[in-house]
């Protein structure tokens, strides 16, 4: 039975690591949101997406997650008419990162809950892990 439990703990903390990853990348979003170049013509920083991808650990048998990939987001960029910025390209134009700061806020709320989802699992994982070890005694 506590076998089992330390299982259910595992899966969740490895929930939580994907889930911190996802954090950390849609963070590194955020920050780069206005992030436009100074070369003429240039690229700005173009949004990442995290995915993930379930596998076997063999040492439980249990079906685990992790970080499959960070991609970049090949979304076109927006573009603003800038002529007297470094970055603009001949028309003038200055391509903007294709980051929606709405859509990183929902993506940090949704990764945040599913970390908390997480934790709670492994807690009550312990919490039971524990009574069961005190039933034993």
């Known amino acids: 039975m506590a076998g089992n439990l330390s299982v259910s703990a595992d899966i969740a903390t490895s929930g939580m690591r994907v889930q911190a990853e996802r954090l950390k990348v849609i963070a590194q979003n955020m920050a780069n949101a206005d992030s436009v170049s100074t070369t003429p013509g240039g690229e700005p920083y173009r949004r ?13 048998g249990a079906q685990m997650v ?4 960070i991609v970049n987001d090949m979304s076109p960029f927006d573009k603003k008419y ?3 910025h470094p970055g603009a390209d001949a028309q003038g134009y200055v391509s903007l990162p294709n980051v929606n700061p709405l859509i990183e806020m929902m993506d940090m709320k949704e990764a945040q809950r599913a970390y908390d989802a997480n934790m709670n699992m492994m807690k009550t994982a312990r919490e039971m892990n524990s009574s069961v070890l005190d039933i034993l005694k």
Do not use: M
Not at 50 to 57: G, I, P, Q, T
Not at 66 to 69: G, L, P, R, S, T
């Open 66 to 69: 992790k970080v499959d990939k």
């Open 82 to 84: 800038a002529p007297g």
């Open 48 to 60: 990442q997406v995290v995915s993930f991808e379930n596998y076997l650990d063999k040492e439980t």
